[in-house]
């Protein structure tokens, strides 16, 4: 009888979960070594993949190549050097660094005789069992099927080895194409649910627009989530582990009038991001993409700050294209030497602020930091409102940027404090206005 096909693969992603003994791969290629990624850093993060996915590594192997080799990604020697490994430490399960081609994949698994994935479906299978809410498994489960549809014959052929079958034979094209067909028709689903979501989402912030948007953004495990909770009330999962966040909580700030904003934490990014994730998660980046200003968390006690640095931009320029104001924050400084390394960063980022976001100074930093930086683009103006007009300003009283009104006859003459960007939109919106504007 045919397996539901989404069965499969979930049946597929469950058989390959790392519960078990793993042999780590990283190839490092000419563009990573331009980069000046220690090959280290490489493999250490892989390992800690995999241990958040709950495996165990029981050897590593690495090796500088000038490029792949089509078939099998690692050459003739290495190959059989990974063979030797993986059965002297009982492995069953084989974790590459690099991104592996179907057929390269369906290669080294017919040589190695144990399950071989890539970096993309460990992060994958990583998401799937964090996720939480009902948005985020949604969303996974489209980035998990838009992995999967380029790699369906591979996928049968490895069910069927599985059922101790016909050797690799796979099914006839015929039941390839019916699978295609049904994930397809799944995909267009998922799309539509998440759609649905979305605009339930636009709606609940309808009544938001004048009120600040801050996100914080970070390297995975950066402390993101901490700092969240050291500002707010929101009592995020915060754990020592990769990607322990994956949606977007949003919380209201009001410590006092002129520190009002939302502020939003949400999934943290990780060197090459899988591009199907990034895409799949767009509803819930889209608090990043639409924030006034972003805080940028970066662990201090990290390998290499610098070049996680890097990747969260390289996401962030996928996620919100046009440039936004940001705050960098340098977290966890209990973990380094305070005065060296604020010596190191200071001059490169001379706003930045340095905390501990374990402790209740640094959270408050950060709050005062970001009420500085966000009033800093503001400027007064005084508008002549007609009494029957004044409801549009009803969100500005409510998020404190009218200061002032003054009532002559049916006139209300209203000061307010705003960005001039927002001021442009006011006065778009706002019928029969006298303006005057003035700098603070
Ligand atoms: N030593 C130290 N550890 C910290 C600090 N801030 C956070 N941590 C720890 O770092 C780990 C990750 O913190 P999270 O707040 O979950 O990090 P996150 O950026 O939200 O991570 P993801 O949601 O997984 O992307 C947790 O174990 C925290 O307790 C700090 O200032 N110093
Ligand atoms: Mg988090």
């Given amino acids: ?122 992060i994958l299978d990583i998401f799937a069992r964090h996720a939480r809410t009902s948005q985020a498994r949604l969303q996974v489960e489209l980035a998990q099927l838009q992995y999967l549809l380029p790699r369906l014959t591979r996928l049968w052929s490895h069910l069927e080895r599985q059922a101790g079958g016909i050797g690799t034979r796979g099914p006839g094209e015929t039941q390839l194409e019916t699978d295609r067909r049904l994930i397809g028709r799944r995909i267009t689903r998922l799309k539509r649910e998440l759609a649905g979501i979305e605009t339930d989402r636009r709606v609940q912030i309808k009544g938001r627009e004048s009120i600040y948007r801050v996100a914080l953004v970070g390297y995975t495990n950066a402390g993101k989530s901490t700092l969240m909770n050291g500002i707010t009330d929101a009592g995020v999962y915060v754990r020592d582990q990769l990607f322990a966040t994956l949606d977007a909580t949003t919380r209201r700030v009001e410590s006092d009038e002129r520190h009002r904003f939302l502020l939003t934490d949400t999934i943290g990014f990780i060197r090459r991001l899988p591009h199907h994730l990034v895409e799949s998660f767009h509803a819930t980046l889209r608090e990043v993409a639409e924030a006034d200003l972003l805080v940028h968390v970066v662990d201090a006690g990290s390998v290499d700050p610098e070049h996680q640095i890097a990747s969260v931009n390289r996401v962030l320029a996928e996620v919100a294209p046009e440039e936004k104001p940001t705050l960098m924050v340098f977290n966890k400084m209990d973990t380094v030497a305070d005065e060296l390394f604020r010596n190191r960063y200071a001059r490169h980022y001379p706003e930045a602020l340095f905390v501990c976001a374990r402790t209740p100074e640094g959270a408050e930093q950060l709050l005062q930091m970001i ?37 002559t006859g049916d006139l209300c003459t209203v000061t307010v404090r705003m960005r001039p960007q927002e001021f442009e939109r006011l006065l778009g919106r706002v019928p029969a206005i006298a303006v005057s504007g003035d700098d603070p």
């Fill in 1 to 122: 009888m045919m397996m539901d096909v989404t069965q499969k693969a979930k049946h597929r992603w469950q058989q390959q979960a790392p519960r078990e003994r793993t042999v780590l791969v990283g190839v490092h290629l000419p563009e990573a070594w331009a980069g000046g990624l220690g090959g280290e850093a490489d493999t250490a993060e892989l390992r800690q993949l995999v241990e958040t996915a709950g495996g165990e590594v029981t050897a590593v192997i690495e090796q500088r190549r000038q490029r792949p080799v089509a078939r099998t990604f690692i050459g003739k020697g290495k190959l059989a050097e990974l063979q030797e490994k993986v059965a002297d430490s009982e492995a069953n399960l084989v974790v590459f660094d690099n991104e592996l081609t179907p057929a390269q994949g369906r290669n080294l698994e017919s040589s190695l005789e144990v399950n071989v994935i890539d970096r993309t479906e460990l």
């Fill in 371 to 407: 009420g500085t930086r966000l009033s800093a683009a503001e400027r007064i103006y005084k508008l002549k409102v007609p009494g029957q007009a004044l409801y549009h300003l009803g969100s500005l009283f409510r998020t404190g940027a009218v200061l002032d009104q003054l009532w």
